[in-house]
């Protein structure tokens, strides 16, 4: 079955918990009244399909997220996997979910892009795998990690490999998973030591740990393609030195049967914070005992070109830094829906003004300090996902815009603002989770309700996937300097479009527009002298601040858009949206000033403490 | 035993947990160089006591708290408290470490002030539990609700309730709580509807439900003395109505003799993110059955007048606001010993200037990001003990100055510190709890490492004893205008007083000086608009904003303190001293600018939020 079939088989009527997980609302406004999505239908890469089908594609995310995933969620925190005589043991509920999913068709609309077309636009799966993320991000970590490891084959694979892994991936039949990190280097890839050896009949035999493996080993199904980085002999140091290989749990014959197991040892679970439910993994290839007469080593393949191995990871790890991002604004916003719903049914004290002790009390949201913390939550919560179905769009510009330039221009704006995508969900709908906490009181804390579990679930965004300083690095040492500055200037030229839209529609809206023009400017500035800086370890020693300064100019461009879109519309939703715009230019744009202040500065205070201070 | 026995045939030689709970150095800098706490021997309370007596005390708090209670942190936290039976479960390590503390005469320090002179100074109890706390939050929770319970008691109590529970409560037969909270009413103790019905003997019985009440159940004593607000029949609506009453777990004779049990029944644990090993419960006083021809309720005392419960329990709350704050920063200076430890083993990367892929690696701490995640943790918990210690001593001379004007001006200053001891460290300090997480990477977000549960632990203070906006409520709404505005008076007093110094001092310590005092005119003058506000509702929208911002400014003046102390000291620790404060002056006072901002403008945005508009 395809998503499109199932989907036409779905009801619109969802189940209480769905409206919940995120605003259906603020998803078609974002999708068709802001980024007009609708137009995508017209791309060849799409034909046949219509906001119709993009809305029932929409509907069934929200149903199966709704019925089948969110359900289990604290049940898979409450009951992590466990390893029993060497096999891992999960919740039923998750494979039944996984299921759910699969036979939808949905993962294998996740799956695509050039050379093969997408079943359908990058930007609805992404907004359609969030409600699922929502709802249990641990059960959906299978999912992204397959959709990217097929994805990442069929990119640099051979056409072979292509045959024998993607159609089996898309469909659920074998999940997926990138193996980087080893005990002794995380983020320092260049360090990595597990080497591949290379077999007479073309095939190499792969040694080495590899840990943090999320979905590493369970029983969900099959087969496991597991991507590693590894070093062939001879090969150069560092990062220039390294193969991407395909080490599937069970060996896959040429013509795509399975044969026998491979060299693949679970060492142990790694036990977490948060995101429990997700199995995470310390894996051991090519260290199992080896049959007398046998040779030792997991049997893998070398995708694309010896040597190319970080480039080629760096195309799933750029798809999975978006979802990573999408991850932690739906983390928020359900955290945010979660809190609204509590707020306006707990009842408790009474307003200022009521003066009388046997007044009659009233739901918290009326507490002006409740309802400001509702309104930062959704402040951050609707920019966050506002930024990621803005990335996921130019991803898809990127892939099927007919016009050339548009496509050089999205993917340049797109590698400039995938750290942002990836960091700035990760930091401030944490921060919404906690405020989340916060208006439930000590029941949010509780592990009766859900909001502790998105806390601790959330946490995790700010490290896997490059943790937030790589992302600093990444941002400031690459994407800002590239093609001789060309992604920055693309980003400026963009948020400088809608400032003079914001201006030439007058009243607050001018004004925010010439707020962000001048911080803009600013940080253009800033940026300048951090490239001209002799002094490398001074830059990156503010790499940190100057990451979360451009996310919130990006986030602040994000909401003059949506509040550009919602005009003087009258209504609750439009009036909302200029309220949560006004919070953002009033309360948070305003703290970048004193960021900008230590980049122009280019602080010293870290470089400068010595070790030995401490 | 008393401490100082016990203290006598202690050695100074710790075992290496000792040395990530707190740093001794830095403890020895606050209470001796800075504060010179040593003056405080010469008053009459503490006669006999010396330096070297509070020193040993202080390594007995550490001794202990690094040989019994840092040993089962993470073991609490796996194995929570259970029922079986109606009985309440905990591992065995909590009694043990419990029975090691009392036994060693340590509870009885932090028992006393007025009428009955405190065996040891307040503050330097406080900083002996700070070790506590940083090994075991959980296990602490006991202690600090059973010292703050006995000490109301010996404020408010009559003699003879004094004698009956208070000798029990200090050598930890016994151990107390505080029932405030009912399940409709939080934060909101005006509504609180427990009964208390007055009996021909001068008894009550006691009839509600109590929730979130830490300690609430278990067998680690023979006893539990709850602390319970309740109103007596015909008493006034809203707070005024409130009386407070002695109703133990097992009924005490006039003669202190046990007899049967109270009507107190465990109606069920609750589960909570963090602070797990604390059993945290829901009770139901007098709803159990009645035997035939007896009596129903709950037996309880009065304590003091009806009518004046909250007022008493204040003062038990105020105490413990303090330990919440010092718990907050304990936990936020284990995580940060622990990640400083971490950084300086853990070998990964490169420093930037080194060209060659294959060249050494180097501890993570080498790292400018890792560098500035440290001295920013530095800057929060150190300001944070300081601040701590600074308002234990304020308590210590409010009690034992012998000047009445200073004890006065003491007073008025920690009543309008409490808020800020309370909930700046819980916000900063898990601030440093997740930084300390991300200098792990990914092993911080496992459960292998401490500090996740620190992190997890550290949430719950900005909600228990007061949430953070009850505590932005009480600073802004009742602490800065009581006396007519003599306790902001003496706030700003002692920060310009030390503004002066630093100028004075000339040089960086010159600007820092003027830049605080600057801030504080800044501060004072928003205050002023507020106390001169016609609308209440929109100062209170703002008030956390206002905590906020008094916070830093407070702990500004705590860095510049320390500084000035400091001074050009040479040597490795004056040096960090010195870095640290730079960091504060440089990287956080500036960020109360665009807060300021909001204060002036008197912002509306949440006041004017429809709740239709979420």
Redesign the interface.
């Known amino acids: 079955m395809t998503a499109r079939e199932a989907a036409a088989g779905s009801t619109d009527e969802r189940p209480s918990t769905g409206s919940r997980l995120l605003s259906r609302r603020d998803v078609a406004f974002l999708l068709y009244e802001w980024l007009d999505v609708g137009r995508l239908a017209d791309r060849s890469q799409y034909r046949g399909h219509s906001r119709e089908t993009f809305d029932d594609v929409l509907a069934l995310y929200e149903a199966i997220a709704a019925d089948h995933f969110a359900g289990h969620n604290r049940k898979g925190d409450a009951f992590e996997p466990s390893v029993h005589g060497g096999r891992v043991r999960l919740i039923p509920e998750v494979a039944g979910a996984l299921a759910a999913y699969t036979s939808a068709g949905l993962l294998a609309c996740q799956v695509g892009g050039p050379p093969r077309p997408r079943e359908l636009p990058y930007v609805i799966a992404q907004a359609g795998f969030a409600w699922v993320q929502a709802a249990n991000i641990a059960s959906a970590a299978y999912l992204l990690l397959t959709a990217a490891n097929a994805n990442l084959i069929l990119a640099h694979g051979s056409p072979a490999q292509v045959e024998r892994y993607v159609p089996a991936l898309e469909s659920g039949r074998w999940f997926g998973t990138m193996c980087l ?1 080893e005990p ?5 890839l ?2 990595l030591t597990t080497r591949a050896e290379p077999q007479v009949d073309g095939t190499y035999r792969v040694f080495g740990d590899k ?2 493996i999320s979905a590493g080993d369970h029983e969900l199904t099959d087969n496991i393609v597991h991507l590693v980085l590894a070093r062939v002999p001879g090969a ?5 030195g390294l193969s991407l290989f395909i080490v599937p749990k069970v060996v896959v014959g040429l013509d795509g049967q399975l044969h026998g197991p491979n060299d693949v040892t679970l060492v142990g679970l ?5 995101y429990r439910g997700a199995t995470n993994t310390l894996l051991n290839f090519g260290g199992g005992r080896v049959e007398p007469g046998g040779k030792p080593g997991a049997v893998g393949e070398l995708v694309g070109e010896e040597g190319r191995g970080l480039a080629y990871m760096f195309s799933m790890m750029n798809e999975a830094r978006i979802c990573v991002g999408a991850g932690a604004a739906a983390l928020g916003y359900t955290g945010y829906l979660k809190s ?1 719903e509590y707020a ?1 049914t707990r ?7 009521e003066k ?3 007044g009659p ?1 009233v ?1 918290i ?8 913390m ?2 930062a939550q ?1 402040a951050y919560v609707e920019g966050a996902l506002a930024l990621v179905l803005y990335g996921a769009l130019l991803a898809d510009e990127r892939d099927t815009n007919p016009d050339p330039r548009t496509r050089r221009r999205a993917g340049l704006l797109l590698d400039v603002l995938t750290p942002i995508v990836k960091s700035w969900p990760s930091q401030w709908c944490l921060r919404a989770n ?1 405020l989340a ?2 208006v439930h ?2 029941s ?5 309700y859900d909001v ?1 579990q998105h ?2 679930d959330n ?2 965004n ?3 996937e490059g ?3 790589i992302q ?2 990444d941002l400031l040492g690459r994407k800002m300097t590239m093609a001789h500055g060309a992604g920055f200037d693309a980003l400026c030229d963009a948020i400088q479009g809608t400032c003079k839209r914001a201006v030439a529609a007058g009243g607050e809206m001018a004004r925010f527009g010439a707020e962000l023009w001048a911080v803009l400017g600013e940080l253009g500035e800033v940026t300048r002298t951090v490239a001209a800086a002799g002094d ?3 830059a ?2 503010n ?2 601040v100057y990451l979360e300064v451009s996310g919130h100019v990006v986030v602040g461009w994000m909401w003059l858009e949506q509040m550009l879109v919602a005009g003087d519309r009258p209504g ?2 439009y ?2 949206k200029r ?1 949560a715009a ?2 953002f230019f ?2 948070e744009l ?2 970048v ?2 960021q900008l ?2 980049l122009r500065a280019m ?1 010293r ?10």
């Not at 205070?605 to 401490?614: C, G, K, P, T, Y």
């Open positions: 990190s002794h280097a995380g983020s320092s260049g360090d840990c943090w150069a140091p560092g990062v220039k790694i036990h977490k914070m948060g609204l306006r009842i408790q004290g009474r307003r200022a003004q009388d002790p046997a009390p739901p949201i009326e507490h002006p300090d409740v309802r400001a509702l309104l959704k906690s906490i916060q009181g000590g949010g804390y509780a592990r009766d502790e806390y601790r946490r995790l700010a490290i896997h943790t937030h300083g600093a690095l490398k370890e001074v990156l020693a790499a940190t609750a939703f009036a909302g309220q006004r919070y009033t309360r305003p703290t000033g004193p202040q230590v602080d205070l870290a470089l400068d403490m010595r070790r030995e201070w401490f």
